[in-house]
């Protein structure tokens, strides 16, 4: 894509497939001169709205990666070309998916150290956590609510009726099938809450049985594979919103949503799996025996060591994966083998994010797409 200033002042855009002009009131909305925004947050001062519609540009030139232009309404600002055509080329700092399946080996790994979330380290393990769904940290320090201050470090946390944080070991009369020693088939955390929180911090601070290995599913790779091998099954997944519910002796939590999630593109957004919490609706008895065959061979897909990743968490693990891509669950183990204990809790996307677009502007880094 390039920028390029037409005699008449117009500003034009050459991308492989499209040609077009730039609205000056597109470019004049980005000026931010010191009246127009406020140079500790980045806001507007003013009311684009209101701007005149037929401002123009009155002169342009481009030289050494920038952009002078001066309006009709006696604005002049600078612009860097570069940074123009990733927001016309709708660029985001977010990795490309890579989806991958249970012979996945490269698991995205890295030494803890308390510094790390103003180190350029950092923005590296967030390009990968967007790319695979999940990175582990491993050394962290073993304190038992450690997990918040870690949390609190790349954003904010996201308490639930659990609390802010939650302990993941057996115990006796459990309000959840989490709080017990029984094996977790690959599921979703939460997907009776508005909204279903978007990542799931655990992390591990005793493990001295031989069982209780935690399992990872990418539900978009399953997703995807689907779809390739079925696309009508697929389909009724997509078009299926399913009732989950979450009960207890205090709480009585219900959201509906599709097991495959898309979005305007029709690409996958999310995905929600829990056969703990999940109630089909009442469809035509036609279209529930598909809905239920579809389940059944989405069901089968997690299960299935195709696709399931499996390990032990270590004592100073933490393993950060997004909630809305991967299931997680885990085996079986004899509490009388010694102590399984984990912390958990959650943060939502625009921490991660957030975190991300900040590190990027802290150490002058461009986007890699």
Known sequence: MKIQVLKNSKILVNSA???????????????????????????????????????KIKKASMYNGSLDIEFTDGVKFKYEVEDLIYELDKKEPLQKLILWNGKFKKRPIVTFKENIFEEKLMYDVLQDFY???????????????????????????????????????SIPKPNDLAYTS?????????????????????????????GGLSTLVDGFAVATYLKKKN???????????????????????????????????KNIKQVRYSTRLDYVPA???????????????????????????????EKGDLIMMDNH????????????????YLKGCYIDHDSTE???RYLERK?????KK
């Open 363 to 367: 150490f002058g880094l461009k986007w």
């Open 283 to 313: 469809l035509e008895k036609n279209k529930l025996e598909k809905f239920y065959k579809a389940r059944k061979l989405l069901s089968n897909l997690y299960a299935s060591p195709k696709f399931e990743m499996r390990f032990k968490l």
């Open 231 to 265: 696309k009508d099954l697929f389909k009724i997944l997509t078009q299926t919103k399913v009732r989950f519910r979450f009960v207890d002796t205090s709480t009585i939590l219900e959201n509906w949503g599709e097991l495959i999630e898309l979005d305007e593109n």
């Open 182 to 210: 029984f094996a977790l088939t690959p599921h979703t955390d939460n997907p009776y809450r508005k909204p279903v929180p978007c990542i799931q911090l655990l992390h591990c601070l005793e493990n001295e049985v031989n």
């Open 354 to 356: 957030g975190k991300l």
């Open 325 to 340: 891509r991967l299931l997680h669950g885990r085996t079986s183990y004899d509490v009388n083998e010694g102590k399984r």
């Open 131 to 169: 790319k695979y769904g999940f990175v582990i940290f491993k050394n962290v320090p073993t304190e038992d609510n450690y997990v918040l201050k870690f949390a609190n470090s790349m954003g904010t946390v996201r308490p639930t009726n659990f609390g802010e944080s939650f302990s993941v070991k």
């Open 17 to 55: 497939n499209k040609k077009f002009e730039i609205h000056p009131l597109w470019l004049r909305e980005r000026a931010k001169t010191e009246n127009l925004v406020d140079k500790n947050n980045d806001q507007r001062l003013y009311d684009p709205s209101q701007l005149n519609k037929n401002l």
